[in-house]
């Protein structure tokens, strides 16, 4: 396999270079898991740990495991989401990985945050064998735009949209909530769930990026449950930025938001239209109709419940 560009090997220098012996006194801390732990991680630091920044699982390449299993092996502080055992075809399992710790290790189980209330219509779909499942500019899809596609290729008239009625964007808020307090509970983790019970608009960039008024707070209760005193966030600047969702006015009415709503994207600075997203998106939708079809049946409960009708 080729290196990892000059960038991503200067990112992650350190990681690639092992942990050493007699580094400190202070105890390694190590958050494994997707972006969410890279951001965990900038806001677990403090002068009482040492971290390193470590790929996303996702990206590791097979090489580089053993690599990471040396740092698994050298930390007294683990930070892991709940992933399954030989992930991708490694041995990247959150449990396997807690079997490498040494004896005296502590351990912060963490939720994978993902939660729908501020962007109903938005599906994260990665169906296992299916390749390049993202959608282009923003690797987000709507229900709207999955319905129009569906519509279009069914050949029938599509029904005239429904607005969301207020109920039905409160009951997605409520049953995504519902779904990681029961993932939390079923893998034992820190909880955070509770937080969305009142939302102020500022809890997720997107539907599986959480933001700041959510990492902060996850940072202290995971600082707590390994032990370590509470310390103010070790950044302060805006993280999980790089896609940020609309937030629409028919949301901020219905959860009584204090945030503003907005309308475009914005991915890596730039605004992006939500029409340019969605006339990309037909246009990609036409060319993969395996996506198309996976993507319609993982919509069919959340669109019953926002009124957005589906071709049978």
Do not use: I, K
């Amino acid at each position: 396999m080729s290196p990892r560009p000059a960038a991503e090997g200067h990112h992650y220098r350190h990681f690639l270079a092992g942990p050493t012996t007699g580094a400190g006194d202070r105890p390694l801390l190590l958050a494994v898991g997707n972006c969410q732990a890279e951001s965990l991680r900038l806001l677990l630091r403090g002068e009482d740990v040492r971290t390193v920044r470590v790929p996303a699982l996702h990206d590791l390449r097979p090489e580089e495991v053993a690599v990471l299993h040396a740092w698994v092996r050298a930390s007294e502080l683990l930070v892991v989401p709940p992933v399954a055992d030989d992930y991708r075809g490694l041995p990247l399992g959150s449990d396997q990985l807690v079997a490498l710790l040494p004896p005296s290790a502590r351990v912060a189980r963490v939720p994978l945050v993902r939660w729908a209330g501020l962007h109903p219509w938005q599906l994260v779909v990665h169906p296992p064998g299916l390749p390049d499942p993202e959608p282009p500019v923003v690797a987000y899809h709507d229900l709207r735009v999955l319905a129009e596609a569906a519509w279009a290729r069914s050949g029938r008239p599509r029904p005239e949209p429904v607005p969301p009625s207020a109920d039905g964007l409160r009951e997605v808020a409520r049953t995504s909530r519902a779904e990681l307090a029961r993932r939390e509970g079923r893998a034992g983790t820190v909880v955070v769930s509770d937080l969305l019970a009142r939302p102020s608009g500022e809890e997720m960039r997107t539907v599986n990026h959480p933001g700041n008024r959510l990492l902060e707070p996850l940072a202290a209760r995971v600082r707590a449950a390994l032990g370590l005193a509470a310390l103010g966030p070790g950044v302060d600047r805006p993280l999980l930025t790089s896609v940020v969702a609309p937030l629409e006015p028919a949301v901020v009415a219905a959860l009584q938001l204090s945030a503003p709503a907005r309308s475009d994207w914005t991915v890596d600075g730039a605004a992006v239209t939500t029409e340019e997203v969605r006339r990309t998106h037909l246009g990609w939708y036409a060319a993969r109709p395996d996506v198309l079809d996976v993507a319609v049946e993982r919509a069919r409960e959340p669109a019953g419940l926002l009124g957005v009708p589906l071709p049978g």
